[in-house]
């Protein structure tokens, strides 16, 4: 009988899926339990939703450990551990006492007579069973940050996939662009136009085929950290007594792995000169005066909202770390019929954001960002890459920033807006004709003073 519900206890403590005991074990919705290890590596090439492996039923994969479980397994491990130390081959063979010390110098075991002799006097020791569960629980939290490294890296592997997308998509829209803007200002200008065109083909095609190695890099990062994962899996399924002798390469050669991650790439074409392109605005240029400039405290802080969307967005969130505060300056007089061309020095500002709006969009400080009474270019930074973004409708820009000065180009009459990189004099962005056909004020919001 107490044989029975000794196995019977073994079984309940049991993963369904590895069979061994159960290692940081957690209980899904429908009640079964399996370790954390184990869940996470089934979702392997398994689309949500994912079911659970017993029953079939639907659960979230958001995990928490069974306590109680944890604790159960813990004990049963504990007992293992002290039959395996009463044998024969661990009592020490100079003084017959049990080997119950562990030396964390030699990654061996001792008696209480050999730990206190001058050979092993100055080492670190501990209580077998002490050291076991300290040690196992340092192998769940390299596992938890291993695993923390595989959800980055398939992360990263899929930006990098979806930015060969839109790296296309992008260069496809900048030549029909710059076509359009050769053609209004240079009719004439056909070699020049042909030979930007060709450039701009060619550095987006060298980008390409870095995303493509890139991609691979990652591909094969993963496989060495899911068989680091399975590898520390294994280790953490070994009886106390072999898996104290066996931790400190295995966490060398994880902590090492953990470090040599491939980051995503951020591609940015050359701001290629457009001849005349500045020139042609200049006798259209109006002053612009920082008269009035004041701060602004939004619900939706423009920068913050901007860096996530450009930087992190797969983290985008609606929470109140938006909020915040950025100096703004706008027009006095709203332009309704006419052409007008600006300048703007921007070189003092990290985040910067310049072109024109509604009156009521400036008021309303809780007013969203991808609202359609706004048409910004906006500049953020994060660490020591900076994103270039349109608003109206919200879309990232591959193109260098602007050193200096930023033009700004508003036709009233066809309803389109410009933004012009003047250093270079490369065209950033032309928001179509058609665009808009009300009032607009200019408006300008930065982080730091403006020249």
């Excluded at 639907?58 to 007992?79: D, F, G, H, M, W």
């Excluded at 990189?421 to 300008?444: C, D, E, H, M, Q």
Aim: glycine share 4%.
């Amino acid at each position: 009988m107490e044989l029975d519900l000794t196995q019977a206890f073994q079984k309940e403590l049991t993963c369904f899926i590895c069979l061994s005991y159960l290692i940081d074990p957690v209980t899904i919705s429908c009640g079964h339990s399996f370790c954390r290890a184990c869940l996470h590596l089934s979702w392997e090439d398994i689309q949500p939703p994912v079911q659970c492996p017993m029953c079939g039923e639907q659960y979230r994969k958001e995990l928490r450990t069974n306590i109680v479980l944890k604790k159960l397994v813990s004990i049963v491990r504990q007992a293992s551990l002290m039959k395996d130390l009463s044998s024969e081959e661990h009592k020490c063979v100079t003084h017959r006492e049990t080997k119950r010390i562990f030396c964390a110098e030699n990654r061996i075991f001792l008696c209480q007579l050999c730990s206190n002799s001058l050979e092993h006097r100055g080492h670190r020791h501990g209580p077998i069973e002490a050291t076991a569960k300290d040690q196992m629980e340092r192998i769940l939290k390299q596992m938890t940050s291993l695993w923390e490294k595989i959800q980055e890296n398939q992360e990263n592997m899929e930006a990098e996939n979806r930015m060969k997308t839109l790296w296309m998509d992008y260069l496809t829209l900048r030549e029909e662009m710059i076509r359009t803007e050769y053609r209004k200002l240079q009719p004439l200008l056909c070699e020049e136009e042909e030979k930007h065109i060709e450039s701009m083909r060619n550095e987006g095609q060298c980008v390409l085929e870095k995303l493509g190695t890139s991609e691979a890099m990652m591909m094969q990062k993963s496989k060495e950290l899911r068989e680091m994962y399975q590898e520390l899996m294994a280790m953490s399924q070994e009886p106390y007594v072999v898996l104290l002798q066996g931790l400190d390469d295995i966490f060398r050669r994880s902590e090492s792995m953990q470090l040599s991650m491939i980051h995503t790439m951020k591609p940015k074409l050359q701001a290629l000169p457009i001849t005349g392109l500045t020139e042609s605005y200049k006798h259209l240029q109006v002053p612009i005066f920082f008269d009035n400039v004041t701060m602004l405290h939004y619900k939706m802080n423009l920068f913050y909202a901007m860096r996530i969307l450009s930087f992190r967005p797969r983290h985008k969130d609606t929470s109140a770390d938006y909020a915040g505060f950025h100096f703004a300056s706008r027009g006095s007089q709203s332009f309704i019929s006419g052409k007008y061309y600006w300048e703007i020095d921007l070189q003092d500002s990290w985040d910067w954001a310049v072109g024109v709006c509604k009156d009521s969009w400036l008021r309303n400080r809780n007013q969203p960002i991808e609202s359609e009474d706004a048409f910004l270019l906006v500049c953020v930074k994060e660490s020591n890459h900076y994103s270039l973004i349109t608003t109206c409708p919200v879309f990232q820009h591959y193109i260098e920033k602007p050193l200096g000065r930023v033009g700004v180009f508003l036709d009233c009459e066809d309803g389109s807006l410009s933004f012009v990189n003047v250093a270079k004099s490369s065209l950033i962005y032309r928001y179509p004709p058609g665009t808009f056909n009300f009032p607009l004020f200019w408006v300008i919001f930065f982080h730091r003073n403006m020249k």
